[in-house]
């Protein structure tokens, strides 16, 4: 990690250094296509990312609960398959939440 | 603290480290020589055998060019973007493991910067950080463009992130273990008697959503909406000149590179040869070095071999559009997991009643 760092910080470094120096008004200013910038940049954007992002969030922590299955399921085998029944439950509940989410066209993005 | 440690542990991260920055312009070449084959023109072959020389031209002309930032960005986040891509995508290859142990001066040492026994989750988790690094570009750097980028980029990669862990825990299901050496040494040997025992063949669904999810996961075409360039001009990084530029692509191809790596850890056999057990090879060979030296060039070509696929792809297919990216994510590929997991949960359950 230090390593990495110290590659990043290098050229960094080397290219504010060994670079020309020439700013002007034209250059800083914020690239439209070579026309002068027009309004807010910041400009509203579609709610469909946020939820996306949310709906994310939710799906991401049911697949991380995923994993700690996955790694003792291989050896619970022994002990029969109550496991396996276990998981199909909470899956059931997560085809369900994803059903929901499709019927509300929250996926949708047009 | 033995002095030795430190050194062994530095010569493994300078020699894999380096080994990932320069398959860089390697690969810059490899791409542009790519192109320039499929569509039939000469590519870059000016400076050097081939063009072999020519990023090493632009490597130089990114440093001596100016580095300027704009006005109107936040200074701090338009700084940071470009770190914070380039720092999660050199980390994730420390849990790689290239080839099984060398033994230089009687001392056994695992050729791997770190072997964690999470390494799976380790490599998923450090390497959706790269995200941050992609918002705060865009965000900070002020422009309508980078701002669509980044929105579309960091709602792109979340999405296909969940395919990706829920594939990757289909391997994790099979194996039953987060170390990715255990993993690779599971893959010795065959299945059915014919088939190499590798993830391949005991997950292919669960190999096809990680090669699509990868592809996204890696902004690359047909999955690169966010420097979609005929709309977005370069999407998150419109407004980053010079080495801040060179920057994220730097980091784009070494995450190329270590999901390549990750790929064929989980599902292509990582250091094995197909058909030919660790017990044969080392037998024939004699040395434990040089069982080593086979299997790390057996691991490069396979990577190799993946990264040609990248670029081979890259150029053949068009790019998707925003609507039918995200229903892919969250309509096909993600219940496609699900009953991934469930059927190979399945299968292991019926093997073990008989």
Redesign the interface.
């Known amino acids: 990690m230090i390593f990495a760092l110290v590659v990043c910080v290098g050229i960094y470094v080397l290219t504010t250094w060994l670079g020309p120096k020439k700013p002007s008004n034209v250059k800083l200013s914020t690239y439209e296509c070579g026309v002068d910038p027009e309004g807010n940049a910041r400009i509203p954007f579609p709610a469909k990312f946020y939820l996306i992002a949310v709906l994310f969030l939710l799906f991401d922590v049911e697949a991380v609960f995923f994993f700690p299955w996955a790694i003792i399921y291989k050896g619970s085998l022994a002990q029969g398959g109550h496991l396996f029944w276990a998981m199909l439950i909470y899956l059931a509940f997560m085809v369900l939440a994803l059903i929901y989410v499709y019927r509300k066209d929250c996926l949708r993005m047009k | 603290m033995d002095w030795s440690v430190i050194l062994i542990a530095t010569a493994k991260?300078?020699v894999i480290?380096g080994a990932l920055?320069s398959s860089i312009p390697i690969l810059t070449w490899a791409e542009r020589r790519g192109a320039a084959f499929i569509q039939d023109r000469p590519g870059p072959n000016r400076v050097g055998p081939f063009g072999l020389f020519q990023p090493m031209a632009d490597f130089v002309k990114?440093?001596?060019?100016?580095?300027?930032?704009?006005?109107?960005v936040n200074k701090l986040l338009y700084?940071m973007g470009p770190?914070l891509t380039?720092?999660p995508a050199?980390?994730t290859i420390a849990a790689i493991p290239v080839a099984e142990s060398a033994v230089i001066f009687g001392r056994e040492i695992p050729l791997q910067i770190a072997d964690l026994n999470v390494g799976i989750?380790y490599i998923l988790s450090i390497g959706s950080l790269g995200i941050y690094g992609i918002l705060f570009g865009g965000w900070a750097?002020?422009?309508?463009?980078?701002?669509?980028g980044a929105?579309r980029s960091?709602?792109q990669m979340?999405?296909y992130?969940?395919p990706l862990?829920?594939s990757a825990?289909?391997a994790?299901?099979?194996?039953?273990?987060?170390s990715l050496r255990e993993m690779v040494q599971m893959q010795d040997g065959t299945v059915l008697g014919f088939l190499p025992a590798w993830g391949i063949c005991l997950q292919p669904l669960g190999f096809l959503i990680f090669l699509v999810a990868s592809f996204a996961e890696t902004n690359r075409i047909p999955f690169d909406l966010p420097e979609a360039e005929a709309e977005l001009?370069a999407g998150y990084h419109?407004?980053y000149g010079?080495?801040?530029f060179?920057?994220f692509f730097m980091a784009e191809y070494m995450n190329m590179v270590t999901i390549s790596a990750l790929m064929v850890v989980l599902f292509l056999g990582g250091w094995h040869l197909p058909w030919v057990s660790d017990a044969f090879l080392l037998d024939k060979l004699g040395s434990v070095n040089g069982l080593a030296l086979v299997q790390a060039l057996v691991f490069l070509a396979k990577v190799g071999f993946l990264v040609c696929f990248y670029i081979w792809i890259r150029w053949t297919l068009p790019r998707f559009r925003?609507?039918q990216l995200?229903?892919l994510a969250?309509?096909n590929l993600?219940?496609l997991s699900?009953f991934n997991?469930?059927a190979t949960?399945?299968v292991?359950?019926l093997?073990?009643?008989s």
Do not use: Q
């Not at chain 2, 990114?62 to 109107?72: A, G, S, V």
């Not at chain 2, 994790?172 to 987060?178: N, T």
């Open positions: 991260i300078v480290y920055l990114f440093l001596w060019k100016e580095d300027p930032i704009p006005l109107n700084v770190f380039l720092i050199s980390l989750l750097s002020n422009n309508k463009f980078s701002l669509l929105m960091s709602s979340i999405s992130e969940i862990a829920l825990a289909g994790v299901l099979v194996f039953g273990s987060f001009v419109t407004e010079s080495m801040k060179a920057t925003y609507d995200m229903r969250w309509s993600l219940p699900l997991l469930v949960a399945f292991m359950y093997g073990s009643l």
